[in-house]
């Protein structure tokens, strides 16, 4: 089930969930693919082979900054934060996001 | 925890990619490690959690390629994008971008098609293998300018030597060749032993000479140039092996050489060997200065190296021969700096001309964006506000000052293909100008111009555009008013107005120096004197008493003509410079001791002094015509009159008189008596002072002298006259080079008058480039105080008040600028005093005219932009408020 709903994934609902994973607070890689895998109750899972690549897009996009900090288990791990671009990204897309979901259910709703 | 740190070292080191690698391999890791900490906790085995966690991960060199990929795409895309919006911003200012471009074409053209000049007289070596170790080789002694040296001492040099692979000699003679139908004129290199090794090149077609040829006595054998085979044997393979006639000699051809050995002798036809030995080998003969000589160095060897190995054996020689060497000293020079030293001073000093005016086309561009950035503020700040980082719009502007600098680099490179030819045209004659041309080097020079000037004026522009919280600049929407801004441009327009002055001043005194040699009194008549010549073969030099008979019948001729007040032959053309004094002795009355006497030589006809208007000082004409004794060698028979003039007698004969001694030429002989003192003229220059001269008196110095004659009307006037009569006389003669006096001296001095010409023009351009921009910055001021202006205008204040004020700060601005860029020019006018004749670098008349001009030109570069501000409605301005 992961694996076939990893692969048909929405294109850009990757950035999307990064971008909201760090809404709060700036986190590790391993921390991001974690939390996803937490929110979404063990049923998506983010292939760690395409994470950093994605990470390092965003980087580049402008949307996140990274910085070396120390992790809980005191090794030093690059931290990722949102930018006010990658903030107001995030807004954008979450807005456009919802409204397509609840369009999606509407038509796909049982009549 | 050793692993990290060893990785952190590394970081250090390593440039951007492997740190890049470094890190990503440090953040995958830590990944790898806190997802197997977590499967253990959630109860698999180590090796069971390290093998899943490794699964899912994959393979991490995949993994750092990948995300190193998102960086290095986007290098270039954001490039593109870059160059992308840089030619929308041309588009949408087509006139700013137009100016810009222009103004850095000029700026860059000028300095590229100088730089042309500079690669071909300095840069680029000789046609030769190996160029850089071919040297001038001279001797030095404290009593003669001479350099030549004797075929015996080069001898010697070349044998003794521990520096050189080989060290040869040679000098040209014009000759008569008469294997043909008509006797020709040849001009032959006598050359010494290992000629061809020197340069290290060989024949296109046929052999060297070979060592028997080389020997006294052996068969004489010739090397043909590429033009004199085209031209005599129609390229004919089969011209090898024929023979020529010249001097009573047959050589064999034993070789053609190629069309690119222009060198030493650019219109060489034969090369004929000299073996050393006979004559040559005499120890009397030491004394004698025959050979331009030139050197190969051996591989690594460096010129003050050879130059103390020569020394050494100089000092050998002066020990064996001390009558004729011992005062001698031997000197090394690289040979390409010593062909174009001529050039050296002009070509340098156009570079420089160029630089200063790519300089200040640099500040003008910088000016002007500066001013655009100004307007673009707002823009700046929504960049900003949209996440682009200060580098980052300091690249999009450097890209788009980089984008105009590449057009104008084109439009500077087509101007310089134009001002090359123009060049090649003009100076063709200067030594390797001929060789400039526009190709990759100029264009690759061209390119780095345009980055250079994209730095020097865009990115302090770009900086100061971007200095500051660009964020926070949103809550302004007027351009700020910053009197440290305006200072800033002041500067600039200052800075412009200063570099313009030193040009114009150097042109200034280029021209003043033209205008002085134009003024000079040569001391002979230029005006009214034709100049010719009437063909003739060399073979007439067998016979001298014909030729001689026949050069008078001739100036007989001429002097018929009515309208030609005199006639007279000369070898050499008067006031044309570039001849070499001789020494010449006393045949009685003087001692060993005494000094040598050098003089400039000159061969003319008696009736010289008559036509060129040359006042007699004391004692009497030439009388006696040369006694012209049966002589078959080629040169000049025994001249038994001659005059001297006024330097002569006071230099040499201080106190007593030189008439009625005998002098002998170099070559010896009874010697010619010295009948009269003539006046001083400029003969060696007009730029020359004039020196001791012997006037030989002899008509024919060899078959094709110069015919001057000093006509009555305009001298161009007579020229279809002395055709019409020279053919009744000589039907199967011709005459040709009919020009006038003036028109050769003109020739003469044409370095001088290019020079000139292209400095003005430069300085012209820069000055231009300083009154635009003073402009530009006045006008921005006006600009951004127009509201001001309304409100002093609604206030009361006088129109007429506020003009004044802004056009007294362009012109105060121009008056400081215009002051420091004279100071400059005084403090660095000696880089100039070796090209100025008859004014100082600090010569009043110019630096006055220079501060007339600038600040005349400041004054109307001030006031227009100071009208327009002051013709502000007051009611308009606050209504737009």
């Known amino acids: ?111 | 925890m050793s692993w990290w740190k060893a990785i952190g070292h590394r970081i250090g080191h390593f440039g951007r990619r492997s740190r890049f690698d470094a890190e990503m391999d440090i953040e995958l890791r830590f990944h790898l490690d806190s997802q197997i900490d977590d499967l253990e906790r959630a109860g698999l085995s180590h090796e069971g959690a390290v093998a899943q966690a490794r699964r899912r991960l994959g393979s991490r060199l995949r993994t750092i390629e990948d995300a190193r990929q998102a960086w290095q795409f986007r290098w270039i895309e954001r490039l593109a994008s870059n160059l992308r919006y840089a030619l929308r911003q041309c588009r949408k200012h087509p006139g700013f971008a137009a100016l810009v471009i222009l103004t850095l074409g000029l700026g860059i053209g000028a300095n590229s098609a100088v730089f042309a000049a500079v690669d071909a007289v300095f840069l680029r070596s000789l046609p030769f293998p190996e160029a850089d170790r071919l040297v001038h080789v001279y001797q030095r002694h404290p009593k003669t300018p001479l350099t030549q040296t004797a075929p015996a001492r080069l001898e010697d040099w070349n044998r003794l030597n521990h520096t050189f692979q080989a060290m040869t000699g040679f000098y040209a003679e014009d000759v008569s060749e008469t294997s043909g139908d008509l006797p020709e004129k040849l001009t032959q290199v006598w050359v010494a032993p290992r000629f061809l090794d020197v340069w290290g090149i060989t024949p296109a077609l046929g052999r060297d000479l070979s060592p028997d040829e080389l020997r006294e006595g052996g068969a004489p054998a010739v090397l043909i140039s590429d033009g004199f085979w085209r031209r005599r044997f129609a390229a004919d393979p089969g011209a090898v092996g024929r023979q020529l006639r010249i001097g009573g000699l047959s050589p064999t051809i034993v070789g053609v050489m190629p069309a690119t050995f222009q060198f030493p002798i650019r219109d060489a036809d034969v090369w004929w060997p000299v073996p050393f030995g006979g004559m040559w080998a005499q120890p009397r003969m030491r004394a004698a200065t025959v050979y331009f000589t030139v050197g190969r160095l051996k591989r690594g060897v460096s010129i003050a190296q050879a130059r103390a190995d020569l020394a050494t054996v100089q000092s050998q020689l002066a020990k064996t021969y001390p009558k004729t060497d011992a005062d001698l000293s031997a000197d090394v020079q690289p040979l390409d700096a010593e062909m174009v030293r001529p050039v050296r001073g002009s070509v340098w000093l156009m570079f420089g001309s160029a630089s200063v005016l790519l300089l200040i086309a640099c500040v003008n561009v910088a000016g002007l964006l500066l001013l655009r950035s100004i307007q673009r503020q707002h823009e700046m700040t929504i960049r900003a506000s949209l996440g682009g980082s200060r580098r980052e719009v300091v690249w999009q502007l450097l890209t788009e000052t980089g984008v105009l600098a590449v057009l104008g680099a084109g439009l500077g490179l087509a101007i310089a293909a134009a001002a090359t030819r123009t060049f090649r045209v003009f100076a063709g004659s200067l030594p390797r100008m001929d060789e400039i041309r526009i190709d990759w080097r100029i264009a690759l020079y061209a390119l780095a111009a345009a980055v250079t000037v994209t730095f020097v004026c865009g990115l302090w522009p770009a900086l100061r555009a971007t200095a500051g919280n660009l964020n926070l600049r949103l809550l302004r929407t007027a351009p700020r008013h910053g009197t440290g801004r305006h200072r800033l441009q002041w500067m600039l327009a200052g800075i412009q107005i200063s570099m313009a002055v030193t040009l114009l001043v150097a042109a200034g005194l280029l021209v003043r120096t033209l205008q002085e040699i134009g003024r000079v009194s040569p001391g002979f008549e230029v005006r009214s004197i034709l100049t010719f010549h009437v063909s003739a073969s060399y073979a007439e030099t067998t016979d001298y008493r014909r030729m001689t008979e026949r050069i008078d019948r001739t100036l007989d001729t001429l002097r018929a003509i009515p309208g030609v007040a005199a006639a007279t032959t000369v070898e050499a053309l008067p006031g044309i410079p570039g001849r070499a004094q001789r020494e010449v002795t006393l045949v009685e009355g003087r001692s060993e001791d005494q000094p040598k006497l050098f003089a400039d030589n000159r061969y003319v006809a008696g009736s010289y002094f008559e036509t060129l208007k040359i006042p007699l000082l004391s004692g009497d004409w030439c009388r006696q015509t040369a006694a012209v004794q049966a002589m078959s060698a080629p040169r000049p028979p025994m001249v038994q009159a001659a005059l001297v003039n006024r330097s002569f007698a006071n230099v040499y004969f201080s106190g007593s008189s030189p008439i009625g001694h005998r002098l002998v030429d170099a070559g010896g002989g009874p010697g010619a008596l010295i009948s009269g003192i003539v006046a001083d003229t400029r003969e060696q220059g007009l730029n020359a002072p004039p020196g001791p001269t012997v006037y030989w008196c002899f008509s024919a110095p060899g078959p094709t002298p110069f015919f001057l004659i000093r006509t009555i009307g305009d001298p161009a006037a007579i020229a279809g006259t002395v055709r019409r009569k020279m053919k009744e006389l000589e039907p199967a003669r011709a005459v040709y080079g009919l020009t006038p006096l003036e028109e050769h001296l003109d020739e003469a001095y044409r370095e001088n008058g290019l020079r000139a010409v292209i400095v003005a023009g430069f300085s012209i351009s820069a000055v231009l480039l300083a009154l635009i921009g003073l402009y530009g910055t006045l006008g921005y001021l006006v600009d951004t105080r127009r509201r001001e202006v309304g409100v002093r205008l609604a206030l009361g204040a006088l129109r007429q008040h506020i003009i004044g004020r802004f056009f007294a700060q362009g012109l105060v601005v121009a008056t400081i600028a215009c002051a420091i860029g004279l100071g400059v020019s005084v403090l660095f006018g000696r880089l100039l005093s070796g090209m100025l004749y008859g004014v100082s670098t600090a010569d009043p008349t110019t630096l006055g005219f220079v501060a007339v001009i600038i600040l005349g030109g400041a004054g109307i570069a001030s006031l227009v932009p100071s009208v327009r501000g002051a013709r502000v409605e007051a009611v308009q301005v606050l209504r737009d408020e």
């Open chain 1, 1 to 111: 089930m992961p694996e076939s709903l990893q692969r048909d994934l929405l294109p850009g609902t990757l950035y999307m969930m990064i971008l909201r994973t760090l809404q709060d607070e700036p986190l590790h890689g391993y921390a991001i693919a974690k939390r996803i895998r937490e929110w979404s109750r063990g049923d998506l899972e983010i292939d760690d082979g395409s994470l950093y690549p994605a990470l390092n897009r965003m980087l580049v996009k402008g949307w996140l900054k990274a910085d070396w900090g120390t992790s809980e288990n005191n090794r030093s791990a690059r931290f990722y934060r949102l930018t006010a671009s990658g903030r107001k990204q995030l807004e954008q897309e979450s807005t456009t996001f919802k409204r397509m979901v609840r369009s999606i259910q509407l038509v796909m709703a049982d009549r």
